[in-house]
């Protein structure tokens, strides 16, 4: 592996299958680049993100995390998306008075033909997240690993 | 423990040129659970799927990951090709090292790297999956038609023309809607009755199709597929088998003093009556508030007059209960009531009516026989002022709304409908028409419109009115203001027709509950997506056809109806349907029966039953979140709504996606 000189932060986003991760087939289809760091996980609808998972993703090393669904009025089951952003606000708000700044984490809406939007927020949201370092707030010191 | 194969797919040179194949494979059999792992050059061909197939029956493989392209392209044929193996379709993930890897990054150590993190992943949530079936039920083949307006008929029609037996239930006497009230329809002018009636006939004479009409439906149960449902049908107090419709009963029955709906309460109809002279059934019923011999026990003389002995004043509601595979909301519309638009006068002059009003005293069917005239004095009128958008396009945010904040959609064209017949029938009235814009989207719409405007010479005046005021002596005086002028305007008219906004049908949202069918905050059934799936509603099996779903012309109403039509006999052609098995489930261990999760499920998929659960040991009686697996779509939402963690979903399970977050935070 080539030495990295320049801080890379771990990114965890969630897509919602009906429209943000079909975005990001797009940009991958359309060979638009984001940072390697950036991993996607599947979810049928961004209201199946729990902030359990947002949690435990920062207890376990991410850097940040963002969540990604259909545009509003778009929710492939009408109204999940409401209730992930109304979710999201509340956690969002808790994590940076635990010191996870807002920077941190971000609530995205990409639609299926939007690739363009999917790689330009990912590169945006690395380089957020790259400027305010290694996060180690909340990160659950019995999950390091060796190398972090 | 699941035993896990890995199957590295090169995508032709696709992955292969940016991950190193071979290290992938490599590095993910130390994965846990994984004791096969290979590549090969195109997994999606038969080759690729001969290899899963012989890797299963060497390795004894109970799970299989492939790292391919996106699951959108491929995970059905994967989970095919592990079914034809004898491996559970859903034991089967996909890592997207394609789209998310090889097509992104250039850099073929940083790829190969996240290609071998997004397969532990995959690997992670594979062994916390469980082998699921996807359910299967049958369909009734049968479909329910609510609302008996040309949406409901044009349904019906093109349903049971595909040979599948459809049920109409119609609330009033008769079917038609409001189409029935209509003289002549934009854009053509054609006669509303002439293109209705042959359709009213053939939904009668159709052998698959039942109409009940008086009837109401009282209660839904079950899901797609199989509805269970009771249909409430009103006495009609007169035997439909036995009446000829000959119609002596309502000329002979001495209380006369109900407003007719069907001519809205511009004339006055007896208490036994039959709405218009075509209505189907052509069966009159009776109007029990009204009638003598149930107010007042004395009477009985349509009993004695009827030729056919029909009339049975014993009649009493009678409930029957049917199933259907689908079931589409037809329900249509009314004028809004104009109670809190008493600038217009509408309450104090008989000459300041609706524009459905100004339909039926054109219609030559109607109260005046078609001849046009005041309702105060039966005078012809000279001037006539248009006033359109009463209480649509309402702006929001100022104190309380009055009206509606949509557009109608179809006031607009009928105004410059009314005032062109106005003009034809008396070429020297003269016809203002007030209007905030005149929007004409549609096929020879604006075309209509400009020649109400030119060759009509209807006066358009872009402008609001202000105030309406009965003088009296049988003049109406109309203040209004002339924007593109600016100035006041004072006009002495003879009427005034104000042509109110529409509104869903008020018994809409008992029915969207009953249906457990989503309305939006104006109270029109909701589709299931704004764009792609126009007449189906979220819940599944549920359509919408017609005005219930939001202002539509005629043409568009029919449009629509045949669309929905066509969803259900999609639907009804299918002898099972196959489910999705990832739905939410609840453990009634830890269910506290808070209710939390009912309130989220935009299905109304959840329901609550008092059982008896066992937790460690202690039996316990409890109420407890079940949830109803057809209906459930598995959006996950009451998964993060529970408080206590009972509720999950299969398939991407609380711990499946921690063990995903898991392996890439790693
Ligand atoms: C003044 C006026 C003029 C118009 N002129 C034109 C024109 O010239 N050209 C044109 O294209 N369009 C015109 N329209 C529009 C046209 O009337 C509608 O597009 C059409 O009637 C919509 O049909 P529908 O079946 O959806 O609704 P409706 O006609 O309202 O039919 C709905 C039916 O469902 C029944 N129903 C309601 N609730 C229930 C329930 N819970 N259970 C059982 N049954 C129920 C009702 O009794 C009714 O019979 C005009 C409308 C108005 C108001
Ligand atoms: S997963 Fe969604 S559709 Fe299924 S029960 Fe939960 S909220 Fe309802
Ligand atoms: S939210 Fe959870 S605890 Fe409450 S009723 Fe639903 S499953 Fe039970
Ligand atoms: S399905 Fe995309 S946000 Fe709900």
């Known amino acids: 592996m080539p030495v990295e000189s320049a801080f890379q932060p771990k990114i965890a986003a969630f897509c919602c299958n009906w429209c943000s991760y079909a975005g990001a087939d797009l940009a991958g289809s359309s060979r638009l680049s984001y940072p390697a760091d950036v991993k996607i996980i599947r979810v049928p609808c961004s209201c199946r993100v729990n902030p359990l998972f947002i949690l435990r993703a920062f207890q376990r090393g991410a850097d940040g995390v963002i969540i990604c669904g259909c545009h509003p009025g778009d929710c492939h089951y009408t109204s999940g998306n409401y209730f992930a952003r109304r979710r999201a606000a509340l956690l969002f708000s808790m994590l940076d008075y635990l010191g996870v700044e807002s920077g941190r984490t971000r609530v995205e809406w990409v639609s299926a033909a939007e690739g363009q939007k999917f790689a330009a927020t990912m590169n945006d949201f690395a380089k957020t997240v790259a400027s305010l370092g290694k996060c180690r707030r909340i990160g659950d010191l019995r999950c390091r690993t060796s190398e972090s | ?666």
């Not at chain 2, 494979?25 to 195109?42: D, L, M, R, W």
């Open chain 2, 1 to 666: 423990m699941t035993k896990i194969g890995v199957f590295v797919c090169w995508c032709g040179s696709n992955i292969a040129a940016t991950v190193d194949v071979d290290a992938v494979s490599e590095a993910i059999k130390a994965a846990p659970g994984v004791v096969f792992a290979t590549n090969y050059q195109y997994m999606c061909s038969e080759g690729g799927q001969a290899a899963i197939r012989s890797a299963v029956a060497e390795h004894g493989l109970t799970g299989v990951v492939v790292c391919s392209c996106s699951p959108r392209m491929h995970e059905a044929t994967f989970r095919k090709a592990a079914a034809g193996a004898g491996v559970n379709p859903y034991m089967v993930e996909i890592a997207n090292i394609r789209e998310q890897c090889s097509w992104i990054h250039k850099d073929k150590a940083e790829a190969t790297a996240k290609a071998i993190a997004l397969a532990r992943a995959a690997v992670a949530k594979l062994n916390l999956d469980r082998p699921l079936t996807a359910p299967e039920t049958p369909v009734t083949k049968r479909a329910l038609v609510i609302g008996g307006g040309i949406a409901g008929i044009q349904t019906a029609l093109d349903v049971a023309d595909a040979g599948y037996e459809v049920d109409v239930v119609e609330k009033s006497p008769t079917i038609g809607g409001k189409m029935a009230m209509l003289d002549k329809t934009f854009p053509t002018l054609d006669c509303a009755a002439c293109i209705l009636t042959p359709k009213m006939v053939d939904a009668a004479a159709h052998e698959k199709i039942t109409l009940y009409t008086y009837s109401e439906v009282e209660k839904v149960s079950g899901f797609v597929g199989n509805f269970t449902v009771d249909i409430k049908k009103r006495a009609r107090s007169v035997s439909v088998d036995r009446c000829t419709g000959c119609g002596v009963c309502s000329e002979k029955c001495p209380s006369k003093r109900a407003k007719s709906e069907f001519d809205q309460g511009l004339r006055e109809r007896s208490a036994i009556y039959i709405p218009f002279a075509q209505a189907i059934p052509n069966v009159p019923v009776i109007d029990r508030d009204t009638c003598l011999k149930f107010q007042t026990g004395k009477c009985g003389l349509c009993e004695k007059v009827c030729p056919s002995h029909a009339v049975d004043y014993s009649q009493e509601d009678e409930v029957i209960t049917k199933q259907y595979g689908a079931i589409v909301a037809a329900t249509g519309f009314k004028p809004i009531g104009l109670e809190r638009f008493d600038e217009y006068a509408y309450s104090r002059s008989p000459d300041v009516v609706t524009s459905l009003e100004f339909e039926r005293l054109c219609n030559a069917a109607g109260p005046t026989k078609g001849h046009l005239v005041r309702p105060s004095d039966g005078k012809e009128p000279k001037t006539v002022v248009f006033v359109q958008c009463v209480g649509s396009r309402e702006a929001s945010g100022i104190g309380a709304m009055k009206g509606k904040p949509y557009c109608s959609k179809i006031c607009c064209m009928y105004t410059a409908k009314h005032a062109m017949l106005l003009r034809e029938k008396y070429p020297d009235s003269e016809a203002y028409v007030f209007y905030i814009d005149v929007r004409t989207p549609g096929k020879n719409f604006d075309e209509f419109y400009r020649r109400a405007a030119e060759e009509y010479g209807v006066h358009y005046i872009k402008g609001m009115v202000g105030k309406v005021c009965d003088e009296g002596n049988g003049r109406l005086t109309v203040r209004a203001s002339d924007l593109i002028e600016n100035r006041q305007l004072l006009i002495d008219a003879d009427m005034v027709v104000l042509a109110a906004a529409v509104e869903p049908d008020p018994s809409a949202r008992a029915l969207a509950t009953l249906l457990t069918a989503s309305m939006d905050t104006n109270d029109f059934f909701t589709e299931a997506h704004p764009k792609l799936r126009p007449v189906e509603s979220p819940t599944a099996g549920v359509f919408l056809s017609g005005m219930c779903q939001g202002p539509k012309d005629i043409p568009d109403t029919v449009a629509q109806a045949g669309a929905a039509a066509a969803k259900v006999i999609g639907l009804l052609s299918k002898d099972r349907l196959v489910g999705n098995p990832c739905v939410a489930s609840c453990d009634e261990t830890l269910c506290n029966g808070c209710s939390a999760c009912e309130r989220v499920c935009p299905y109304g998929a959840i329901s609550y039953e008092t059982k008896t659960v066992v937790d460690r040991g202690a039996k316990d009686e409890r109420r407890v979140a079940s949830v109803n697996e057809a209906l459930c779509q598995g959006c996950g939402a009451c998964t993060v709504t529970c408080p206590s963690g009972a509720m999950d979903l299969r398939g991407f399970t609380g711990r499946q996606i921690m063990a995903e977050v898991d392996a890439i935070c790693r």
